[in-house]
């Protein structure tokens, strides 16, 4: 008689099977990145849209209204982030994030209560983790054009009277405070430094201007205003403080003229660049 086949003894519980480690093993070679427990394919995919985690999505937001804001050059009409609607993105082969999506924003400012949102669409592309992401927006919704221009020439006016504290100065104060006389120059740094922000944004790092902490220069025996100044950028992931000396010409209804340079704190690193945006914010990067 032949001899019975023997059964295989089971496994015993929390060892896997062979055949799945095999499994196991295959997939992970097909598939690059792949997640043991993953919904489907992710921006992580190349050349495969998905779900982005949400932080992506803001962070191409903020780098979106940074350029508009930049390209606009209102400080009455300075945007921020609202609210985040939809959005995807894809990776191609050469690492480069392709994020599509739908946000709101609202006036900037705490006098500002009108609740009114403008919704936006935006393009936002990061190249290989490196910084000046390039921007398509397009916005609905805003502040109507002759009300803009009508608060820029308002602002200007009182900026042309203004005597700026030159020195060193604490714009807000340590009690986070704007002396209402100080505003159009708060406003007019943050124009500015929306330049700054947008050109050092990247995928990973993001900015925002923390303080006003020296004006150097306040000329307005001029027409424009020219405005040099030193801000402090606070930036996220790593909480670095890093200060950037900026300098502004602004005239309203004008493109606004940037020039700045940056000291990392921790670093040997300083980054510097110049600009000129562009009175009615186009929908496309000009670079020159």
């Known amino acids: 008689m032949p001899p019975a086949a023997s059964t295989p003894p089971a496994p015993r519980p929390g060892v896997p099977r062979p055949a799945a480690l095999l499994l196991a093993l295959a997939l992970s070679l097909a598939v ?53 609607l939809r959005g995807r993105a894809a990776v191609d082969a050469r690492r480069t994030c392709r ?36 921007v398509n927006v397009t916005c609905t919704r805003f502040m109507e054009t002759s009300r803009r221009r009508r608060e820029d020439f308002l602002l200007y006016k009182r900026a ?21 006389s100080l505003r159009p120059i708060w406003d007019l740094a943050l124009l500015g430094s929306s330049y700054v922000m947008w050109e050092r944004t990247t995928q990973t790092l993001q900015y925002y201007m923390a303080q006003l902490s020296s004006v150097n220069q306040w000329k307005t025996n001029e027409d424009a205003i020219d405005f040099d100044y030193t801000v402090l950028l606070h930036e996220f992931s790593t909480q670095e403080i890093i200060p950037c000396r900026i300098h502004l010409v602004w005239y309203p209804g004008k493109p606004l003229k940037v020039k700045y340079h940056c000291q990392e704190l921790h670093t040997a690193q300083e980054g510097s660049g110049t600009e000129e945006g562009s009175a009615v914010a186009p929908t496309q990067p000009n670079n020159f």
């Open 99 to 134: 994020v599509d999506l739908e946000f709101t924003a609202e006036r900037y400012g705490p006098e500002v209560a009108d609740g009114r949102l403008g919704r936006c669409s935006a393009r936002v592309v990061f190249r290989h983790q490196k910084p000046r992401p390039a």
């Open 160 to 180: 042309k009277r203004l005597r700026a504290p030159l020195g060193a100065t604490s714009i807000p104060d340590s009690h986070g405070w704007i002396d209402p």
């Open 32 to 84: 690059p990145g792949l997640r043991a427990a993953g919904p489907g394919p992710g921006p992580g995919s190349p050349g495969v849209p998905g779900a982005p985690p949400p932080g992506l999505l803001r962070q191409a937001a903020r780098a979106a209204l940074h350029f508009l804001n930049f390209r606009a050059g209102s400080p009455s009409g300075l945007r921020v982030l609202a609210a985040v």
